[in-house]
């Protein structure tokens, strides 16, 4: 798709060939909102593992860290991929581990490129805000092979944004409403579910800064990123 200064792709993380300069990770439900919750909450930064081996390893040398997996609580780890869970939470100056089945898994996919965003709607406007002027933005359509309708609208939602253009969010936040992955949590099919998990992501613009991570020290970090001055996250 090309827009007004812009050259968009939208791939599946199976279909990236090379690394992109500019790269939004999308992942609504519910990866990038429990992380943007997470700063809300006051985490510093949240390290995306590439494995649970991993993530289990880090938490094992830094006792103090959060980790975090999708699906059932687990051993070993302190929470779950849900920002209903994790709005309640105080993670106050913590480093969090981050392990889900799409989300961080499309990170690390484009962890070399210029610029990696990790975005959903509650994020949306600060995304695209981020990428006003980039001339080349590929968006990862995390879910279910790059065809989850939750991912695809957000990623047509902050494309128009970033553009320039004001589009009715409703059409695109009904579409994500009506996906596959809001009927699986509606209906506890997904595990490590809390009740406002699918409200909580379909709240755009929530909070005002993006996500961008970057490796650090041999570790993929998200960071918030382009936050105005004196918003505060908690
Ligand atoms: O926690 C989630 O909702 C999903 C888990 S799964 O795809 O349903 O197994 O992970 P995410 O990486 O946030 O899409
Ligand atoms: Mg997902």
């Known amino acids: 798709m090309i827009m007004v200064g812009m050259e968009t792709r939208f791939l599946a993380i199976g279909e990236l060939t090379a690394t992109p300069p500019v790269a939004v990770v999308i992942d609504v439900m519910r990866a990038f909102t429990t992380a943007a919750w997470a700063f809300a909450r006051g985490a510093e930064r949240i390290v995306l593992a590439g494995s649970l081996d991993?993530?289990?390893g880090l938490k094992d040398r830094h006792p103090h860290w959060?980790?975090?997996?999708?699906?059932?609580?687990?051993?070993?780890?302190?929470?779950v991929n849900s920002p209903g869970r994790i709005r309640g939470t105080d993670l106050a100056g913590r480093t969090v581990v981050q392990k889900t089945t799409a989300g961080t898994v499309g990170a690390l996919a484009v962890r070399d490129a210029g610029l990696v965003l990790c975005a959903s709607f509650v994020v949306a406007e600060a995304t695209a805000r981020a990428l006003h002027g980039r001339p080349e933005v590929t968006f990862v359509v995390t879910g279910e092979d790059g065809r989850a309708e939750e991912?695809?609208?957000?990623?047509?939602?902050?494309a128009h944004r970033a553009a320039g253009d004001s589009p009715d969010p409703a059409p695109y936040l009904r579409r994500a409403a009506g996906s596959a992955a809001a009927a699986d949590l509606l209906q506890y099919v997904r595990k490590g579910v809390h009740e406002d998990d699918v409200e909580l992501c379909l709240e755009l613009d929530r909070f005002p800064f993006a996500m961008a991570a970057a490796p650090e020290d041999g570790l993929m970090v998200l960071r918030p990123y382009g936050e105005p001055a004196g918003s505060g996250r908690s």
Do not use: H, R, T
């Open 54 to 56: 991993e993530a289990l």
């Open 66 to 79: 959060v980790a975090l997996k999708d699906g059932a609580p687990a051993p070993g780890f302190d929470a």
């Open 151 to 158: 991912d695809l609208a957000c990623a047509e939602y902050i």
